[in-house]
């Protein structure tokens, strides 16, 4: 379909369209989900991988390439530690931020269970704590998951209002990683100490981009991870106070290193490119802190200009490098699929696979429509000036086709139903006169819908029926990538069906001809009533 035909056509099959990659790869905007390592840090790594490197297990004493494998770790470790103000030995490598913060939830829940088995996080926490604790939750702790105000930010108060005498541990990120938005981590730790309660930070999309550190901020465990700051996959770590080393035990067994907290042979190619990428953070801080909020900005004013478009986290401080936007009209998921040209996400990366709107943003307040039509740019150490205003091209040609696309749309154009075929002229509903097809001249116009305003599947068919036969059928549709292949996949096959042939197929016959997996289903359903809808009032005559 072209662009200035927007109720017809496959929208995923769409020829190039402006902000289009010509070849090659799209533009990386999606830094919060992982980053690439810096060549600096790969060079490190290569140096410990092969027999002329530094191979060794950091654990063999005996001999030469396990004592040079473990100065290489130590070094690694003090790098490590220099970005967060901490001292070498409080820092525990892990193979990244997930397994930093299973070990400090159920390894502090366990360790204190007999003083107490109550935790205090929030629902917009990442998978990687509210999962270890549902797991607690099953084993008989209890736990509270506070909700944050309409800007994403936990209230230092609601917390001190939900300890209790058997509480044991605080766990609340440090920046979020749908939003950006940073929490009071300082006000909320020193009210945890005050009370004797633990304190734990998720700041694996703080550490080496906003300033951090561990002398001043009264935390006793933080997590984060190499991936998100241009170090490798598979590795991370987990800060303890030294004075909170006995507020936690292992999670795992054997061969004793990192102090029996996290056994397993140290690998030393991660670790070294870990401790390198620290270097070069703590280097890049503040520069890049600057860059990447000047960056973030040019990117919203450009989305604010396009009208309808809502800052998810306005009002509270957010890190430099994320930016997430709601778009009114138009569903996230078909914006991701039309902007070809932009590695984003939609939701929380995590959560992409899945139909739900993502529950960070449902926990603002956001309804389901709003939640599901937002986007994550995350910009980064190699984006530039160049990558935001191509994006903003590309957002403002899709926003703009989609938006054109909504039953929502242009609906005081509409009028009555079927108005888009007046007077034998077809008009889209923003009023663009279209070529009609032959037949359509003195055709009856029916329309018929089903979802609507504010539901996550809003679909109108239009059809243009004589001699008791559709000569012309037209979609407008809100919803999936699926949803709208399937609407425009019907409106080509319904030309010479006559009402009582009534739906071409069945919703699972679409469902599997557009491999929409099964949680679509409920969606296809809605594209079914919605032609049923039409036919149902041709059938009577309407
Ligand atoms: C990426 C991320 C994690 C998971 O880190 P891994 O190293 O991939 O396990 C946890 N928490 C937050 C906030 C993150 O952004």
Request: glycine share 12%; aromatic share 6%.
């Amino acid at each position: 379909m072209s662009a200035s035909d927007p109720l017809g056509g496959a929208p995923l099959d769409r020829g190039p369209v402006d902000g289009d990659p010509v070849d090659g790869d799209p533009v990386y905007l999606d830094y919060a989900a992982t980053t690439p390592v810096d060549p600096e840090v790969a060079e490190a790594m290569v140096g410990c991988l092969t027999l002329e490197g530094d191979f060794g297990n950091a654990g063999s004493a005996t001999h030469a390439f396990g004592r040079r494998a473990a100065a290489r770790v130590e070094t690694a470790r003090a790098q490590v530690a220099t970005l967060i103000g901490a001292e070498p030995d409080e820092i525990t490598f892990t193979s990244g931020a997930t397994e930093s913060n299973n070990l400090v939830l159920l390894g502090v829940a366990r360790a204190n269970a007999d003083r107490g088995r109550h935790l205090i996080t929030a629902r917009t926490e990442h998978k990687a704590v509210l999962d270890p604790c549902k797991r607690l939750e099953k084993d008989g702790f209890a736990v509270t998951y506070l909700t944050p105000d309409r800007a994403g930010r936990i209230d230092p108060e609601a917390v001190r209002a939900a300890l209790r005498a058997d509480t044991v541990l605080v766990s609340i990120m440090y920046v979020n990683n749908e939003i950006g938005v940073i929490q009071d981590v300082g006000a909320i730790g020193a009210l945890c100490h005050a009370h004797g309660v633990a304190f734990h930070t998720d700041a694996a999309q703080a550490a080496g981009k906003v300033p951090l550190n561990v002398r001043r901020l009264p935390v006793d465990f933080v997590s984060f991870t190499a991936h998100k700051i241009y170090g490798p996959k598979g590795v991370g770590a987990l800060y303890v106070r030294r004075a909170s080393r006995p507020l936690i035990q292992p999670v795992a067994f054997g061969g004793g290193q990192e102090r029996g907290l996290r056994p397993g042979t140290l690998p030393t190619h991660q670790i070294v490119g870990f401790g390198r990428a620290c270097e070069i953070a703590v280097r890049q801080l503040e520069t890049e802190q600057g860059r990447l909020t000047a960056l973030r900005e040019r990117l919203w004013t450009g989305m604010a200009a396009l009208g309808g478009t809502h800052l998810n986290g306005e009002g509270a401080p957010r890190a430099p490098g994320i930016l997430n936007v709601s778009f009114e009209g138009v569903e996230g998921e078909s914006l991701v699929t039309g902007l070809t040209g932009l590695a984003i996400s939609t939701g929380s990366a995590c959560n992409s696979a899945s139909a739900e709107p993502s529950y960070v943003l449902r926990a603002l307040g956001r309804d389901t429509q709003l939640a599901q039509s937002s986007l994550r740019f995350s910009v980064g150490r190699f984006t530039t000036d160049a990558d935001v205003d191509f994006a903003l091209e590309a957002v403002q040609g899709e926003v703009g086709r989609l938006r054109a696309l909504s039953p929502a749309a242009g609906s005081d154009a509409l009028g009555a139903a079927g108005g888009i075929w007046a007077a034998g002229e077809l008009r889209t509903p923003g009023g663009t006169p279209l070529a009609p097809r032959d037949g359509t001249e003195g055709a009856t116009l029916i329309s018929g819908e089903a979802g609507g305003p504010g539901q996550e599947t809003w679909v109108r068919f239009h059809l243009a029926v004589a001699d008791g036969t559709v000569k012309d059928a037209r979609f407008q549709a809100y919803g999936c990538p699926h949803t709208l292949q399937v609407a425009s996949w019907l409106v080509r096959q319904l030309p010479g069906r006559t009402p009582e042939q009534g739906v071409p197929g069945t919703p699972a016959s679409w469902a599997e001809a557009v491999s929409a997996p099964v949680e679509k289903l409920g969606r296809l359903l809605v594209v079914e009533d919605a032609l049923r809808a039409c036919l149902g009032r041709w059938r009577r005559g309407a």
